[in-house]
């Protein structure tokens, strides 16, 4: 019989672990040492990603033995809404309490195609951007991915109020996911799989900051992920100055570790760039940028940068924005300028959260 994984035994034996951790496979061994019969992982899996229910007893044709010990076992949602913001655009903010009561924040965004959501990876974030509202408070721990999953889970419970769903899904919210890998594995394996919440890989994207081993890792497990990268800079010293991380990791590693990943899937890098008043904003950074990337399948997210209180960036202004995107253009670089969404709502990663957090 195949062993449950360490990592598993760990969670069942330290305290309830979320079952939205659990692998259908793991469901599998763990239904097998109870002496369950395997068919009943489709059956769990069906309650918990197509019905979504949120009690153990809601599973109406599992036994009650059954029921019992899943529920001594395992918690299913480990979130509890706290906050809800919605903006004149569609999106939803949503800020959830967690079983420790830490709290974070997911964003579920309208678009023509359908809804986004964007997702938590890590309670905080110690990569110190020196933009961001999510690292003010450091690192408070890394999250499960069933608290990932949740996220999700939570969000399309909200959209089938008016019967639509979740289309696709950013890890784009507080963290850095190559900082928790496991676990943000864990997390896209789930709701990918067909009996998970089967969102097409396509329809899933991973944002680092730069985690350059990282890189290497998530290139070699040859998923179809949509994978982008927050570049924000056209030279190493402009880097360090905004992201620290580039100091462990410098530019041109990063760029050597995107063509690995490049020639190891063969698929197109997304570049975030924001756009920082006077730091990095300017055509002759654009200049330097495509030809950075040069030779790379890649697209260019402008991004200007969201105001936040603590940080003491500037937005660029309009003509500028356009220059740097026509700079662009000109050097045969796909690029767009991002879509701002939820500006009448804290809209910056980590803002509600931060913003919260205060109002305490
Ligand atoms: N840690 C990962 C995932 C976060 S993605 C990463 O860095 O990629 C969130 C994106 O928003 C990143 O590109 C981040 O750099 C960017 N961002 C954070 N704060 C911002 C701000 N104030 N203005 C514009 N972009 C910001």
Redesign the pocket.
Same mark, same amino acid.
């Not at 933009?131 to 999510?134: D, L, Q, W």
């Not at 944002?207 to 730069?210: I, V």
């Given at each position: 019989m195949q062993e449950l994984k360490k990592e598993v035994q760990a969670e069942i034996a330290g305290k309830k672990g979320s079952i939205y951790t659990l692998q259908f496979d793991d469901l599998k061994v763990w239904l097998q040492e109870e002496g369950e019969p395997s068919f009943r992982a489709d059956q769990i899996f069906y309650w918990l990603y197509d019905k979504r229910v949120e009690q153990f007893d809601e599973m109406t044709n599992l036994s009650k033995s059954l029921r019992e010990k899943l529920s001594s076992t395992f918690s299913i949602t480990p979130l509890k809404e706290v906050a809800k913001q919605e903006s004149v655009d569609g999106t939803v903010k949503l800020l959830f309490e967690l079983e420790d009561g830490n709290t974070i924040e997911t964003v579920v965004m309208k678009h023509g195609y359908g809804n986004s959501v964007c997702v938590t990876?890590q309670v905080g974030?110690r990569?110190g951007?020196t933009?961001?509202?999510?690292t003010l408070g450091g690192l408070k721990r890394n999250l499960e991915a069933g608290e990932i999953t949740a996220q999700v889970l939570a969000s399309q419970r909200a959209l089938d109020e008016k019967g639509e769903r979740v289309s696709s899904v950013v =890890?784009?919210?507080?963290?850095?996911?190559f900082d928790n890998y496991k676990e943000l594995i864990g997390f896209l394996k789930v709701i990918n799989h067909d009996k998970g919440l089967n969102i097409g890989a396509r329809h899933i994207t991973v944002?680092?900051?730069?985690v350059v081993p990282k890189i290497y890792d998530f290139a070699d497990e040859k998923l179809q992920i949509n994978f982008?990268?927050?570049l924000?800079a056209p030279t190493t010293e402009i880097r360090s100055r905004l992201?620290p991380v580039n100091r462990a990791w410098p530019l041109d590693k990063l760029m050597e570790s995107i063509k690995y990943y490049q020639e190891t899937t063969n698929r197109r890098v997304t570049f975030?760039y924001?756009l920082f008043g006077g730091v990095n904003d300017q055509v002759e950074h654009a200049k330097q940028l495509a030809e950075l990337i040069k030779g790379l399948k890649c697209h260019v997210n402008l991004?200007? =940068?969201?105001?936040?209180p603590e940080?003491d960036?500037v937005r660029t202004k309009r003509e500028d924005i356009f220059a740097f995107e026509k700079t662009l253009k000109e050097a045969g670089v796909n690029v767009t300028i991002r879509r701002e969404q939820g500006h009448d709502i804290d809209a910056?990663?980590?803002q509600l959260r931060a913003n919260e957090g205060k109002k305490k």
């Open positions: 990876s974030c990569l951007c933009f961001c509202a999510s =890890v784009m919210g507080i963290g850095e996911p944002s680092t900051s730069g982008a990268v927050s924000h992201m975030e924001g991004i200007p =940068v969201n105001y936040v940080r960036y910056a990663c980590g």
